[in-house]
């Protein structure tokens, strides 16, 4: 009777266990997890202090791949009508913080940077705007109208 008991666990031992395992397989996770790099399709990100440092290997993939796989490994949101995914595929190796590398890879977009201290990357959201600085610049309007005066 007594080798019963302990083959088969009671319910209470039972949950007892299943704790401790799922305790274990957290730990794990948060130890190991984080130091693999994320590899998107034509994307790997290296670095877990984003504020200060990270390494990204870009091969070609078009922007909005890029800015998944950042979404994928720091959680950071994306918004706006233009992000990316129609782009021609780049390919880079850039280092350095979040901030510079967005700044960088958005340099030819109208966008705004979120910034959160909260977010262990210092950004909590990019907003991308569909409009870009070639469509934002004046046209030279037809019969000498300018550009900053409105047609009669």
């Known amino acids: 009777m007594v080798g019963k008991e302990l083959a088969r666990p009671t319910g209470l031992r039972r949950h007892l266990v299943i704790l401790r ?10 130890l190991f997890g984080q130091a693999t790099p994320v590899r998107a399709e034509g994307v790997t990100i290296n670095g877990e202090h984003p504020a200060q440092k990270i390494d990204m290997n870009i091969d070609n993939a078009p922007l909005g791949d890029v800015l998944k796989a950042l979404h994928e490994k720091y959680g950071i949101e994306i918004a706006g009508v233009d992000n990316g995914e129609a782009d021609d595929p780049i390919s880079m190796t850039i280092s350095g913080n979040l901030p510079s590398i967005l700044e960088r890879l958005l340099r030819n977009r109208n966008y705004m940077l979120v910034r959160s201290h909260k977010n262990v990357t ?3 959201k990019i907003l991308i705007t569909a409009v870009t600085h070639d469509d934002a610049a004046p046209k030279n309007k037809p019969n000498g109208a ?6 009669p």
Do not use: K
């Open 122 to 124: 210092g950004v909590e």
């Open 146 to 151: 300018s550009a900053n005066r409105p047609d």
């Open 21 to 30: 395992f799922l305790t274990a397989a957290t730990l794990f996770v948060c």
